[in-house]
């Protein structure tokens, strides 16, 4: 037989019962003469050396070869300390402190475990933690990162599992009192008075990673109208329709969608105070969106839904569904009561204006919060944890439309841990949401509303960030949400009319009249 064609054959041979830890079996009584000049590169077979393992289909499987495991063995040493440091040198960069025992010996780190005169090396930015108790390995962590990503019920709301921190009120300089080293995990005192508590294999996900290309190329804006009632000159209503000419006609629906479109949101007026007229008036755009809080919504805070919007607590400037791969487009409320008590205002951000702001504040934040990407997750409800198939970054710019930006996904509470970055972007990316988190906190970025029965609010949710005022009393909501896709086929159908936004299916010129610039 040709070597080469037999080489072939045996690349592609997988015998029943053939030991999976030799790499190789011949079926064959009379191939040994021909293959002693063969020689095999798979790196299982290497270890073997120059045997080679026979097995005659007559007779029974080789068994368990106790010599041959124990050549094994001998033959692939383990990787020396030298060749570990070079593969992953954060594995070995723990600085020993001289920990004196009653012998005055210098102990190592298994052998401190639980012992307060334990630390580890910190610098200004990182700190130096263990992450197996066994091997003596550890690894650096951004303290800012480490002091935001505590686990405890302080940090992490113990029923929603969404973040509860403030993490843009963590100090700059936050620094790290003591460090204690347990069996399964590592106690950190922080500057703060915080004590955080990390289990080893929850730290040994982390890792150092090359950084990203953050890219500079300049970011565009789509032209629109900002409301801004603090600004001189501008206007002093909001955007607004009534539900009536909604109802009446397609012109009607089309005014309310171009103020949706144009401003970000829009108030209808004049909402009959009752679900089923709301439910109405949504479906004038499209079909409700059904998602794990269900379709239509009509609810109170009761916690039926283990979320933060389903209490009475204050909620800070946020996108909905960033847990999602693709987040619903607009959302609606409706506030059918409000008895026994007061508060509730509903607030508004421009997260385009506040990217413009951003952009003339600093390119390089921006451009951080537009290339490194993360974690977003919903999990508070035991049957199901909600997560994009891919991680997402802040803003979202259009890649074939000149990276004009089309989408902001911003919402602290949800945002997962992210592991697969290097310390740079861990700098990089929390020096920018906090820029950005400034911005959007700043008093003439804010729109405050008391929504009243009878007014129905409609927002851009890929654009316009919301929140509330703490309430007291029961409030009864209802309203739903719109798909990005049937919010734009209607728009642009409305718009443009059917024949004109078939012509243009997949034009990417960037002018006035092009439907497929509507995004």
């Given at each position: 037989m040709n070597r080469l064609a037999l080489y072939g054959a045996l690349s592609s041979l997988k015998p029943a019962g053939t030991p999976r830890k030799y790499g190789i079996c011949l079926?064959?009584?009379?191939?040994?003469?021909?293959?002693?000049?063969?020689?095999?590169?798979?790196?299982?077979?290497?270890?073997?050396?120059?045997?080679?393992?026979?097995?005659?289909?007559?007779?029974?499987?080789?068994?368990?070869?106790?010599?041959l495991k124990q050549e094994l063995k001998e033959e692939v040493p383990p990787p020396k300390q030298e060749e570990r440091k070079q593969e992953d040198p954060l594995r070995f960069s723990v600085k020993r402190d001289v920990a004196e025992g009653p012998s005055g010996e210098r102990n190592n780190l298994s052998s401190l475990a639980g012992k307060p005169a334990f630390s580890l090396h910190t610098g200004e930015k990182t700190v130096t933690l263990p992450v197996n108790r066994f091997e003596n390995s550890s690894r650096a962590f951004l303290k800012w990162w480490l002091r935001d990503n505590c686990q405890c019920d302080k940090c992490v709301h113990p029923s929603t599992r969404q973040r509860i921190v403030d993490t843009f009120s963590i100090p700059d300089d936050i620094g790290v009192k003591d460090i204690s080293n347990g069996r399964s995990q590592v106690t950190v005192t922080w500057s703060d008075g915080h004590v955080s508590s990390y289990n080893h294999s929850w730290l040994a996900q982390g890792g150092r990673r090359a950084p990203t290309s953050l890219g500079e190329y300049p970011l565009r804006f789509r032209k629109g109208m900002t409301y801004n009632p603090k600004h001189e000159g501008n206007v002093k209503e909001m955007p607004s329709v009534s539900y009536s000419e909604v109802m009446a006609n397609d012109a009607g629906v089309l005014k309310w969608l171009e103020r949706i479109y144009d401003w970000g949101f829009c108030l209808v007026r004049d909402t009959p105070i009752n679900p089923e007229c709301t439910e109405a008036l949504l479906r004038r755009i499209a079909h409700i969106r059904h998602t794990h809080y269900g379709g239509f919504w009509d609810f109170t805070a009761d916690m039926s839904f283990k979320d933060t919007a389903y209490t009475n607590e204050a909620l800070g400037a946020h996108t909905d569904n960033t847990y999602f791969t693709d987040p619903a487009r607009l959302q609606l409320f409706h506030m059918l009561?409000?008895?026994?008590?007061?508060?509730?205002?509903?607030?508004?951000?421009?997260?385009?204006?506040?990217?413009?702001?951003?952009?003339?504040?600093?390119?390089?934040?921006l451009n951080h919060l537009r290339n490194i990407r993360q974690p977003f997750h919903a999990s508070g409800n035991e049957d199901s944890i909600y997560q994009p198939v891919e991680q997402q970054v802040v803003l979202r710019a259009h890649a074939q439309f000149k990276h004009r930006l089309y989408q902001v996904r911003w919402n602290n509470y949800d945002r997962a841990v992210k592991w697969n970055w290097s310390l740079e972007e861990q700098e990089a990316w929390y020096k920018a949401a906090k820029h950005f988190n400034d911005i959007i906190h700043r008093e003439d970025m804010e729109i405050w509303t008391q929504l009243q029965p009878g007014t129905a609010l409609i927002f851009d949710n890929w654009r316009m960030l919301h929140g509330r005022s703490a309430f007291t009393g029961k409030r009864r909501m209802c309203g739903g949400y719109i798909s990005n896709d049937d919010f734009l086929s209607r728009y642009r159908v409305l718009k443009f009319g059917r024949d004109h936004v078939l012509r243009r299916l997949g034009d990417l010129r960037d002018y006035p009249t092009n439907p497929s610039c509507i995004f």
């Amino acid at each position: 037989m040709n070597r080469l064609a037999l080489y072939g054959a045996l690349s592609s041979l997988k015998p029943a019962g053939t030991p999976r830890k030799y790499g190789i079996c011949l079926v064959s009584r009379n191939v040994s003469t021909a293959l002693r000049p063969l020689t095999l590169s798979s790196p299982r077979v290497r270890a073997i050396g120059p045997q080679l393992l026979r097995w005659n289909s007559s007779q029974e499987p080789l068994p368990e070869q106790k010599v041959l495991k124990q050549e094994l063995k001998e033959e692939v040493p383990p990787p020396k300390q030298e060749e570990r440091k070079q593969e992953d040198p954060l594995r070995f960069s723990v600085k020993r402190d001289v920990a004196e025992g009653p012998s005055g010996e210098r102990n190592n780190l298994s052998s401190l475990a639980g012992k307060p005169a334990f630390s580890l090396h910190t610098g200004e930015k990182t700190v130096t933690l263990p992450v197996n108790r066994f091997e003596n390995s550890s690894r650096a962590f951004l303290k800012w990162w480490l002091r935001d990503n505590c686990q405890c019920d302080k940090c992490v709301h113990p029923s929603t599992r969404q973040r509860i921190v403030d993490t843009f009120s963590i100090p700059d300089d936050i620094g790290v009192k003591d460090i204690s080293n347990g069996r399964s995990q590592v106690t950190v005192t922080w500057s703060d008075g915080h004590v955080s508590s990390y289990n080893h294999s929850w730290l040994a996900q982390g890792g150092r990673r090359a950084p990203t290309s953050l890219g500079e190329y300049p970011l565009r804006f789509r032209k629109g109208m900002t409301y801004n009632p603090k600004h001189e000159g501008n206007v002093k209503e909001m955007p607004s329709v009534s539900y009536s000419e909604v109802m009446a006609n397609d012109a009607g629906v089309l005014k309310w969608l171009e103020r949706i479109y144009d401003w970000g949101f829009c108030l209808v007026r004049d909402t009959p105070i009752n679900p089923e007229c709301t439910e109405a008036l949504l479906r004038r755009i499209a079909h409700i969106r059904h998602t794990h809080y269900g379709g239509f919504w009509d609810f109170t805070a009761d916690m039926s839904f283990k979320d933060t919007a389903y209490t009475n607590e204050a909620l800070g400037a946020h996108t909905d569904n960033t847990y999602f791969t693709d987040p619903a487009r607009l959302q609606l409320f409706h506030m059918l009561s409000h008895t026994d008590g007061d508060g509730g205002a509903t607030l508004l951000v421009d997260g385009f204006r506040a990217a413009r702001r951003l952009y003339a504040e600093s390119k390089q934040n921006l451009n951080h919060l537009r290339n490194i990407r993360q974690p977003f997750h919903a999990s508070g409800n035991e049957d199901s944890i909600y997560q994009p198939v891919e991680q997402q970054v802040v803003l979202r710019a259009h890649a074939q439309f000149k990276h004009r930006l089309y989408q902001v996904r911003w919402n602290n509470y949800d945002r997962a841990v992210k592991w697969n970055w290097s310390l740079e972007e861990q700098e990089a990316w929390y020096k920018a949401a906090k820029h950005f988190n400034d911005i959007i906190h700043r008093e003439d970025m804010e729109i405050w509303t008391q929504l009243q029965p009878g007014t129905a609010l409609i927002f851009d949710n890929w654009r316009m960030l919301h929140g509330r005022s703490a309430f007291t009393g029961k409030r009864r909501m209802c309203g739903g949400y719109i798909s990005n896709d049937d919010f734009l086929s209607r728009y642009r159908v409305l718009k443009f009319g059917r024949d004109h936004v078939l012509r243009r299916l997949g034009d990417l010129r960037d002018y006035p009249t092009n439907p497929s610039c509507i995004f």
